[in-house]
């Protein structure tokens, strides 16, 4: 198997909104849309970001169409995690779980958009292999 691609799709209920957050405070940018979707994509990433809004008839299987990213996270790590808080409390972005220290060497924070969708960034302090 070779994999050309790879995506992480979230039900929500607003699309907009979720699609506006991460564009606007995490450099996301639209590649499609549709009426209930969007598909959003930064180069470093390594993944495009697809929000499908809840109930779509074409989502399949439709046990899980009134599933929503309930008990999920979207975890980025980055080179200066005081930085990046720095820079979304200015932009006025909800502190969700402030920076906190892990014993193995995480270091992170969590933001939370309109809909729910927890966003994690991590810097890690020591090797995580270690």
Known sequence: MQ???????LNV????A???FVKQHFGFKEDMAADGF?????????????FLRTGLE???PTAMRGHRADGLLIAFVVDDI???YARLQAEGVLITTPIETEPWGERFF???D?????LQLVQWMSDPVA
Do not use: Y
């Open 3 to 9: 994999i050309t691609a790879s995506a992480i799709s």
């Open 13 to 16: 209920d607003d699309v907009t």
């Open 18 to 20: 979720s699609a506006t």
């Open 38 to 50: 969007v598909s959003l994509s930064r180069q470093d990433a390594g993944f495009n970001l697809i």
């Open 58 to 60: 074409s989502f399949k």
């Open 82 to 84: 005081e930085r990046e």
């Open 110 to 112: 969590q933001v939370t």
């Open 114 to 118: 309109p809909n729910g969708v927890v």
